[in-house]
């Protein structure tokens, strides 16, 4: 199975300051056929379900704001939230859909510092 | 309007079973590959199962190969999850999950509770 691992498990930030995930997987989930990161990430706050922020590693799926950006490449990649909002309060996980076999990140917690 | 309603959680003893459910409305649900995901706690979201158009086609975790079986009816719009021989490990919240675009997920159930527990 492909292994997630996020960092860190957890991050406080200050209203308006830039909240940084990481997510790295253990082997590449870069396909070369098509150059396609397959990588999602989620929010999921408590008592709802989850919502896909980004697919494909960096494209911000319709309707969400344009502070939360996706980057990354092969095995490496990163979750950004500028400018940190009250309502961005919630876990964040990396999926890969390279394998059969989906596999989440274990999650990262955003709180406001 | 797309809806995914699960049911059919609860308390179980080790060992036992329980069959979730996960009735869709809203869109042509047979169009669609399906999956469940579950949340555990302190671990996050783990995902569990998978099942293709037709339900000739199915994939599981490890964790739970063996003991689930995903089916699904598409006259009933309605997605399953049968669980056999429960585990401690095996409680959380499991949703299930419309797969959009044939890997990511647009649309997802509010979740129903399973524990397993003596």
């Known amino acids: 199975d492909i292994v997630m691992t996020q960092s860190p498990d957890s991050l406080a930030v200050s209203l308006g300051e830039r909240a940084t995930i990481n997510c790295k997987s253990s082997?590449?989930?870069?396909?070369?056929?098509?150059?396609?990161?397959?990588l999602a990430w989620y929010q999921h706050k408590p008592g709802q379900p989850p919502k896909l922020l980004i697919s494909w590693a960096s494209t911000r799926e319709s309707g969400v704001p344009d502070r939360f950006s996706g980057s990354g490449s092969g095995t490496d990649f990163t979750l950004t939230i500028t400018s940190l909002q009250a309502e961005d309060v919630a876990f964040y996980y990396c999926?890969?859909?390279?394998?059969?076999?989906?596999?989440f990140g274990q999650g990262t917690k955003v709180e406001i510092k | 309007e797309v809806q995914l309603v699960e049911s059919g959680g609860g308390l179980v003893q080790p060992g036992g079973s329980l069959r979730l459910s996960c009735g869709a409305s809203g869109f042509i649900f047979s169009y669609y590959w399906m999956h469940w995901v579950r949340q555990v706690p302190g671990e996050g979201l783990v995902w569990v199962s998978r099942?293709?158009?037709?339900?000739?086609?199915?994939d599981y975790a490890d964790s739970v190969k063996g003991r689930f079986t995903i089916s699904r009816d598409n006259a009933k719009n309605t997605l399953y999850l049968q669980m056999d021989s429960l585990r401690a490990e095996d409680t959380g919240v499991y949703f299930c999950?419309?797969?959009?675009?044939?890997?990511?997920?647009?649309?997802w159930g509010q979740g129903t509770q399973v524990t397993v527990s003596s």
């Open positions: 999926q890969q859909y390279y394998d059969v076999l989906r596999t």
């Open positions: 099942i293709n158009l037709n339900g000739s086609s199915t």
């Open positions: 999950a419309r797969v959009a675009d044939g890997y990511t997920y647009d649309h």
């Open positions: 082997q590449s989930i870069l396909y070369n056929s098509n150059n396609k990161n397959y």
